[in-house]
């Protein structure tokens, strides 16, 4: 399944909105520099869908606020 998030950086509070099944906004208070705020979104995005990080990749969008996530199954 995919994901379609948005991510604001830099945010006072790290949160998830869950918009419907596939669309998420994150707000994470790490910079986008050196990858640090696509490990915060994955961190978030796996504690908030109650799964592991490990089960997360980004596939679209490393460089960019819209990112779309592939999440595994877990068999």
Not at 9 to 31: L, M, R, S
Not at 47 to 61: D, E, N, Q, V
């Amino acid at each position: 399944m995919d994901i379609f998030v948005s991510v604001k950086t830099n945010a006072g509070q790290e949160k998830v909105e869950k918009i419907d099944e596939t669309h998420f906004k994150v707000w994470v208070n790490q910079p986008a520099k050196e990858g640090k705020a696509n490990k915060a979104v994955i961190n978030l995005l796996a504690k908030a869908l109650g799964i592991p990080k490990s089960r997360l990749i980004i596939i679209k969008g490393q460089k960019s606020r819209q990112k779309i996530i592939k999440v595994f199954s877990s068999s």
